[in-house]
């Protein structure tokens, strides 16, 4: 393995441009873009800009590799690939890389749902496959700008290969706040319940601290995951302790008044007024969702198990019409909402 760990970011939107930019900037690694010709032309011209709430750092545009293509020579080339495309694009990611990658090569799975690293893994044989949970929200503002616009680390399955070693000491110098775990699966149910939010942000077209501190939307976030946990529990997956928190108590603090749920969020996460969905995005350009893969994976759960859940069942339907509708988010406000998808 050479001295500078050459990373591929495969998918470079939101998240891969905040990793990738983050890794550039900290100046310790190769870095290669994988991304749309359109995100190559927004960078040659704008640069890449990272921003961590006040803090933004640009990358000039001459230091900014960007490929379209997932088979290029650069990818072939790489130590390591971060796969930060949407969930329904896994397996042709996955296809393509298994035609170029190096067999030492590791991938990291940086996405929500709880499927994608498996999808990644049947495809890419023998290679370690990590799956990782990122915390964290990145928004995409334009003109080269990703925006964080919350707290929170980059969770990754512990291995003590030395490539996966490499890797994460590579994200940690780039001054993501990294965690590693024996065991991922039960943070990537807890991240899958506090996921089911995207939705409702997509739904309403609110930021995600609007939706928190409105208790009609809290309403129908607490609703929603209460149907998600008893799910869950009915299939015996146990999620993961939130920053230390049971996830049974969060519907039980959705109903608290606002001034205290204020508090209880202030002590848990930091959360920029600009914060929103990645969902919420898709629906406002007009892209395909992953609700398949995070409502519907519980009405997927719910079904095997021999128990309901229409509120995350009429999301997955909410979602779906929207997306045919084409772009823009529906706007609901509290009551609406709540009424579509429970009823008078
Ligand atoms: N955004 C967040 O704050 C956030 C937070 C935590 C986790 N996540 C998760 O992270 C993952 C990525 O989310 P994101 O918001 O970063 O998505 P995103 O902004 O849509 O970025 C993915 C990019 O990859 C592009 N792409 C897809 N297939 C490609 C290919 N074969 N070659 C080149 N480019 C390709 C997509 O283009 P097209 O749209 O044209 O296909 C898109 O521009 C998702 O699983 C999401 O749930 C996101």
């Not at 030492?104 to 893994?121: F, H, I, K, Y």
């Not at 019409?321 to 406000?333: K, M, Q, W, Y």
Request: glycine residues 8%; aromatic residues 2%.
């Amino acid at each position: 393995m050479t001295e500078r760990l050459r990373i591929a970011i495969v998918g470079a939107g939101s998240i891969g441009c905040y990793v990738g930019g983050k890794l550039l900037a900290a100046g310790t690694t190769e870095v290669v873009l994988i991304g749309r010709p359109r995100l190559r032309d927004e960078l040659s011209t704008h640069g890449l800009t990272v921003k961590d709430f006040d803090r933004a750092v640009t990358i000039p545009a001459s230091q900014v590799v960007v490929e379209t293509d997932v088979r290029a020579p650069a990818v072939a080339a790489c130590d390591a690939v971060l796969v930060c495309v949407k969930s329904a694009q896994t397996e042709e990611v996955g296809a393509q890389l298994a035609g170029v990658l190096r067999p030492e090569a590791v991938v990291a799975s940086l996405q929500n749902g709880v499927r994608n690293a498996d999808t990644l893994r049947a495809a890419l044989g023998d290679r370690r496959v990590l799956a990782t949970i990122v915390s964290f929200n990145v928004v995409s503002k334009g003109d080269g700008l990703f925006h964080r616009a919350m707290s929170g680390p980059l969770m990754l399955e512990a291995c003590d290969e030395p490539r996966p070693r490499a890797l994460v000491r590579a994200l940690a110098a780039a001054g993501l706040d990294v965690e590693e775990r024996a065991d991922l699966a039960p943070d990537q149910w807890t991240k899958l319940v506090i996921n089911l939010n995207n939705a409702i942000s997509a739904l309403s077209g609110a930021p995600t601290q609007q939706l928190l501190l409105s208790p009609g939307y809290r309403r129908i976030l607490g609703a929603v995951c209460s149907e998600a946990l008893a799910v869950l529990r009915a299939a015996k997956i146990k999620p993961a302790r939130l920053r230390g928190v049971p996830l049974r108590v969060m519907p039980t603090v959705m109903r608290l008044p606002t001034p205290l749920v204020r508090l209880v969020t202030r002590t848990q996460m930091r959360v920029d007024p600009e914060a929103r969905s990645s969902m919420w995005e898709d629906l406002t350009r007009g892209r395909p969702t992953e609700v398949d893969y995070l409502n519907g994976e519980i009405v997927r759960i719910a079904e095997r198990s021999g128990v309901a859940a229409p509120l995350n069942r009429r999301i997955v339907e909410l979602i779906h019409a929207a997306e045919r509708a084409g772009p823009g988010s529906p706007g609901l406000d509290a009551a609406t909402l709540w009424t579509t998808i429970a009823g008078p």
